[in-house]
């Protein structure tokens, strides 16, 4: 086991995600506080905090069908969020759990930054995933492939140079 470097991307698949491009809308969870909302805003995404949209105190299953309906990736210290069975990916506008919610909340700034300059402009190309940040900056992912309904699962690691690690089982 250990972490691999990935290869740069091809032409091809930078192509093929350039047609997934879609800017994201997010829905920034009670869990966060308003601020994160107000972060997004100010660097020009389309977000909204969770009580401004009368979300305040309702149950987890509320927000994410809000999330869903309103085609917004919610971004989240809730972990319960990642329960497959509770939260299906099928049904998943795509979730993103940030660091912090220990208290720690070092990580939190850096996670932000990195996840929503990756998928804030791609929006089509993270729909169904969901994607728990560590404090260590590692993303633990999961999404649903579409042509086997089978939930893929992979961590990936980001290096000071923008290289890309993935956690190989079999290295």
Do not use: C
């Not at 009580?51 to 972990?79: F, K, P, Y």
């Not at 909340?105 to 940040?133: D, H, M, Q, W, Y």
């Not at 999961?142 to 042509?147: F, L």
């Amino acid at each position: 086991m250990g972490w691999k470097l990935l290869p740069p991307t091809t032409e091809e698949q930078s192509r093929e995600f350039s047609r997934l491009r879609q800017k994201a809308r997010f829905l920034v969870d009670e869990s966060l506080g308003h601020a994160v909302a107000e972060v997004l805003r100010e660097d020009g995404w389309n977000a909204v905090y969770a009580t401004d949209v009368g979300l305040g105190g309702r149950s987890d299953e509320d927000v994410l069908a809000h999330a869903w309906r309103e085609n917004r990736v919610l971004i989240t210290h809730d972990r319960d969020f990642l329960d497959d069975r509770r939260f299906p990916p099928h049904r998943n506008p795509g979730i993103i759990v940030l660091p912090g919610a220990s208290g720690a909340g070092t990580g939190l700034g850096n996670a932000l930054r990195r996840v929503v300059s990756i998928i804030g402009p791609s929006r089509k190309a993270f729909r169904s995933f969901k994607i728990e940040i560590a404090e260590d900056g590692t993303w633990n992912i999961s999404n649903m492939t579409r042509s086997k309904d089978v939930v893929r699962r992979w961590r990936l690691s980001f290096g000071r140079n923008g290289e890309i690690y993935e956690w190989d089982e079999g290295a």
